[in-house]
């Protein structure tokens, strides 16, 4: 069957025959390629946007990895597969009747709704592998297709608690939010607070316990999305408005204070020397051991094994004590 020509391959047969151009020497122009879009169902978030939210959960599945492993105390990789939007009925209809399902409100800072709902929906293979794993088991996944008991719930309500914790961190240089476990559900056909026709923003993980696979989906509606790129986008602005000048210095002020309550074993060294084991043990009251500093030579003043000061050696209110006297540059350099 011949190839039926489109309106522009036409258009340039025309013209070329007008010009007096050979046929030979005609250049087809190539239709542009159209991109469907339903009208129906609009997109809300831009592919920055996405890519965006893929970047911070690629950080958070590395997270949940070292999170998993430490507590089942067994090998585990957690890897994001993709970040794609849809409606949530899709997403709904995707899941089997049982699942392990934790709502999450993410209390977003001076967020104006009561709740800012997201669903993680974990695999009841992973389910019950870790249940498996944190009873002591080898971490086996369960052969038979049952429902979660209420036992199994409550052991595993703890790790699912460990894994929203960490979206705190990976939200935090962007927005302050508080997630938080609301409960577990186990039933995905009784989900309520997300309309079946509102858009939602599925982020699917990839999960290896051992030998058993699954999956982790992070659902979140276009609502509670949206509200976390405006409060993002609008503490930017703030942030370059003020010059961030009075937030970071104090960040500073956090960090020195945070610094100035930490122990530190501080301690004089006279100087050095090496003996024989043997010299040790016939060591007796008035022996000298020689050092490899003259009499008068300072003292270093180590702060948690590097040398951080000369001293001299004095007495203060009747007590042994050391008068600083030079401060290094840099840890083990010259002297001020």
Not at 43 to 53: A, D, G, V, Y
Not at 111 to 121: A, G, K, P, Q, W
Not at 317 to 327: C, F, L, R, T, W
Request: glycine letters at 6%; hydrophobic letters at 40%.
């Amino acid at each position: 069957m011949a190839e039926i020509l489109s309106q522009s391959q036409i258009d340039s047969l025309l013209s070329s025959l007008i010009s007096g151009k050979d046929e030979a020497d005609t250049q087809v122009i190539p239709e542009k390629k159209v991109k469907d879009y339903d009208f129906r169902r609009p997109k809300l978030f831009t592919r920055e946007q996405l890519k965006h939210l893929f970047s911070i959960y690629e950080n958070y599945a590395r997270l949940v990895s070292s999170h998993i492993t430490g507590i089942l105390q067994t090998y585990s990789l957690v890897e994001i597969i993709e970040v794609e939007e849809q409606q949530f009925y899709e997403f709904n209809n995707a899941l089997p009747d049982s699942v392990l399902m934790g709502l999450i409100d993410f209390d977003i800072k001076d967020s104006d709704d009561e709740e800012d709902l997201v669903i993680m929906d974990i695999s009841k293979e992973i389910g019950f592998c870790c249940f498996d794993r944190l009873l002591g088991g080898p971490g086996k996944p369960l052969r038979e297709d049952r429902e979660y008991t209420e036992i199994e719930i409550g052991v595993l309500e703890y790790l699912v608690k460990g894994m929203i914790n960490l979206m705190k961190n990976v939200w935090f240089d962007y927005l302050e939010i508080s997630p938080r476990l609301m409960k577990i559900e186990t039933n995905s056909r009784i989900l309520q607070g997300i309309s079946a026709d509102e858009n939602v923003v599925i982020i699917v993980m990839s999960i290896k316990v051992n030998e058993t696979q699954g999956k982790i989906n992070i659902c979140i509606p276009a609502t509670t999305l949206d509200m976390l790129f405006k409060k993002k986008v609008s503490q930017t602005k703030k942030n370059i408005k003020r010059g961030d000048h009075l937030a970071e210095e104090q960040r500073r002020l956090n960090i020195i204070n945070e610094i100035r309550q930490t122990d530190l074993e501080i301690k004089g060294v006279l100087g050095e020397t090496e003996v024989l084991s043997q010299d040790i043990f016939e060591l007796e009251v008035g022996d000298i051991i020689k050092l490899n500093k003259p009499l008068n030579a300072l003292v270093d003043v180590v702060v948690n094994d590097e040398v951080w000061f000369k001293g001299e050696m004095g007495e203060y209110k009747n007590k042994k004590a050391i008068a600083i006297k030079e401060e290094l540059t840099e840890r083990g350099s010259e002297p001020i």
